[in-house]
């Protein structure tokens, strides 16, 4: 691996400094609109400059804002899809009775996983994706969940190959 030289070190930092320093305040200010929490907007702006901070070639970026906006909004609906997957998850948790119901840990190790599986599920259309977990989870036959979705057994079928396909392609990476 290339190690390198203390004048590329410092101009990575001069231009790090500069990038935050002529668009930190603004994207915080943007996504303070956004999410109306001022603290969830420093949180996000935070993390979206980790995300440069971590480039290989800060140098080459040629609309900050742009590319700031950007990697704020995937943060955002990472942000909100996985707040949507733990409240659907502590619903069903609510509606189980009481002896059930999972310990903390257990309750933690549920979500990791749900995300996990919400990454792996990440490139499938919300057809897809809820034909998949028909089919998987709730064990549902392609007629059904053809029906219910409007489509075809065969496309129902493509969905749930497409899903598996890409947990497995997941899973071996």
């Known amino acids: 691996m290339h ?6 070190v ?18 915080r200010e943007r996504l303070r609109a956004r999410l109306g929490c001022p603290d969830d907007a ?17 140098h080459t970026i040629r609309e900050p804002r742009a590319l700031l906006t950007t990697i704020a909004k ?19 948790l609510a509606a189980q009775p009481e002896p ?26 919300p057809r897809a994706r809820t034909a998949f977990l028909c089919s998987q989870l709730d064990g549902m036959k392609y007629a059904d969940i053809a029906e219910q979705l409007g489509v075809s057994t065969i496309r129902v079928r493509q969905y749930v190959a497409k ?3 890409l947990c497995c392609r997941t899973l071996v990476e």
Request: proline share 7%.
């Open 10 to 27: 410092q101009q990575r930092q001069v231009i790090l400094r500069r990038l935050f320093g002529e668009h930190h305040s603004w994207l």
């Open 74 to 92: 995937r943060l955002m609906y990472d942000t909100w899809r996985r707040r949507d997957l733990e409240r659907a998850y502590l619903e069903a």
């Open 100 to 125: 059930v119901a999972p310990s903390p840990q257990e309750r933690l190790l549920v979500l990791e996983t749900l995300e996990a599986i919400d990454r792996m599920l990440d490139g499938l259309s």
């Open 3 to 8: 190690t390198p030289t203390p004048a590329l």
């Open 42 to 58: 420093a949180d996000m702006a935070s993390e979206t400059f980790a995300q440069i901070v971590a480039m290989p070639t800060p």
């Open 163 to 165: 899903g598996i396909m």
